[in-house]
């Protein structure tokens, strides 16, 4: 099969719609701006100004971030989706250590057992023929 390769920056545009934003982006910004305006505007009646103020941030801020963040290629609901898995999820992890000699040591050691298992049979041999 024939693979062709694309070089990353290719892969990694983005088409711009307004303002140099993407479609996902102007959506996000458009419904966060459509919510917190008037909030902020008739809110200031019912709540101190910093109380609103904060009400603002705090609605805008998740809307924002799913229009604006990408990490390792993935959107924002994906990120918070892996992350939510990995801390809820238990995790399973394996000890596992061998050191870097560890097989020179290993065939040095069979080979010694051999030897030693030959020397033995040898011993053995000698042993029988004393007895005939």
């Known amino acids: 099969m024939i693979e062709i390769r694309i070089p990353k920056e290719i892969k990694n545009y983005r088409e ?15 419904v966060s701006l459509a919510i917190c305006v008037p ?3 008739w809110g200031h009646h019912f709540l ?17 971030l799913t229009g604006f963040f990408r990490y ?4 924002f609901e994906q990120f918070a989706f892996e992350v939510i898995n990995f801390y809820a999820s238990p995790q399973k992890r394996i ?18 057992l051999t030897e030693e298992l030959a020397a033995k049979g040898k011993k053995k ?6 007895h005939l």
């Not at 390792?72 to 959107?75: Q, Y």
């Not at 041999?125 to 004393?130: D, F, G, L, V, Y």
């Open 16 to 30: 711009k719609l307004f303002f140099g934003l993407t479609l996902r982006q102007c959506i996000c910004a458009g």
């Open 39 to 41: 909030l902020y505007i």
């Open 48 to 64: 101190p100004q910093e109380a609103i103020s904060w009400i603002v941030v705090f609605i805008a801020v998740p809307l924002m």
């Open 72 to 75: 390792n290629d993935m959107a």
């Open 95 to 112: 000890y596992s250590y061998e050191p870097p000699f560890m097989e020179f040591r290993n065939t040095y050691l069979s080979e010694e």
């Open 125 to 130: 041999r000698k042993k029988n023929r004393k």
